[in-house]
């Protein structure tokens, strides 16, 4: 009976989903009376935006705005056939975006203020300079400009293509090897090696070069019980995680909803180059799900004080592995299935 019940209930939801699926009006409608499955993230990207507006706009810190406009720099220095003007819509803002970042600059931030002197610096030598605007932004920044020492820039350059000393049958076998280990020794692991993961993963790709995400490290034993155990993921063997890596994404990155995707885009990017760079170190690793459960994040927010705008992406388990416990197979799709070519419909 509790068959043909889950049945009917299921065939009953099925068809209203038809329906409501007719229009984006009806959709919308469904998860506003409805539906509160989306509630959290509609809270979390309009806080996302005020922040981003409160620290870009209106306030001192103004990193994202000024990393996004640098990097759009960057790709119109590269053109082929470059424009001798181009960036005209925002290199104003730019340039006062730089010297409100100058007020606050501090040694810690020298790689980052570096890139975008030295990538300034080559815009203005490369574009005309008889364009009003561009003399008149060119003039403030040489006012304001940070003075470095090191001769490299970190502006655009051409690759060293004898760096590329890992072939492809290294990369293949680390890709097998690299499995999602769930038991491991009782070891701590040195922080320092951790780090230097965490430096790989830094280097992976992301959107505008904004990198909205934090690696939060556990390895207090007691800590990282608490924060396991807030999942279904990690029930039995919860309590032999050496440490945890709790990928947090930041949505005050974005002024807009369009991109309020790309903090799992690019965390996952970077979450992959880290648990690869912990292979080549001896350790191992389990991303874990983190399902959109209200229970689950509410517990996260409260335990680790997250703001509204920063949201779990992923739990990545790590540690010595058990050489002597075992992993699952899990067979992938193969080829034929997971690629196309010049598929149309």
């Known amino acids: 009976m509790k068959k043909r019940i889950k049945k009917v209930v299921l065939w009953v939801e099925h068809k209203g989903l038809k329906i409501i699926s007719i229009n984006p009006w009806f959709s919308s409608f469904y998860y506003f009376l409805f539906s509160s499955a989306f509630r959290r993230e509609h809270h979390a990207v309009i806080k996302g935006r005020i922040q981003y507006y409160n620290q870009n706009i209106w306030g001192n810190d103004v990193n994202y705005l000024l990393t996004r406009n640098i990097h759009r720099i960057e790709k119109g220095l590269i053109m082929k056939q470059r424009k001798p003007v181009f960036a005209l819509e925002y290199i104003e803002e730019t340039v006062h975006a730089y010297e409100i970042a100058v007020r606050s600059y501090s040694n810690e931030q020298v790689r980052e203020f570096k890139w975008y002197t030295d990538v300034l610096s080559t815009y203005f030598e490369s574009v005309d300079h008889s364009n009003t605007v561009i003399n008149l932004e060119r003039k403030k920044f040489e006012n304001c400009r940070i003075g470095f020492k090191d ?29 999602s280990v769930r038991w491991y020794e009782e070891r701590k692991v040195p922080r320092e090696l951790i780090d230097k993961a965490i430096k790989i993963a830094g280097l992976s790709p992301s959107a505008c070069n ?16 608490e924060i396991a ?28 909803e369009r991109d309020r995707h790309v903090i799992y885009i690019d965390a996952s990017l970077a979450a992959m180059s880290f648990m690869f760079a912990l292979e080549t170190q001896g350790l191992s690793s389990c991303p874990i799900n983190w399902p959109d459960v209200k229970e689950f994040e509410s517990k996260m927010s409260n335990l680790l004080k997250l703001v509204p ?30 690629r196309t070519y010049n598929k149309i419909n």
């Open 210 to 225: 904004r990198q909205p995400f934090e690696f939060r490290v556990y390895d207090k034993p007691e800590l990282v019980r």
């Open 229 to 256: 155990d807030i999942t279904w993921g990690t029930k039995g063997f919860s309590h032999n995680f050496p440490a945890l890596i709790v990928l947090v994404g930041k949505l005050e990155a974005y002024f807009d």
């Open 151 to 179: 001769e490299l820039k970190s502006a655009p350059y051409k690759r060293n293509f004898d760096l590329r000393q890992v072939s492809y049958d290294q990369m293949y076998n680390l890709a097998i090897l690299r499995r």
């Open 309 to 338: 705008h920063e949201r779990p992406v992923m739990l990545i388990s790590l540690g010595y592995p058990d050489k002597d416990a075992m992993v699952p197979f899990s067979e992938k799709k193969g080829l034929s299935v997971l």
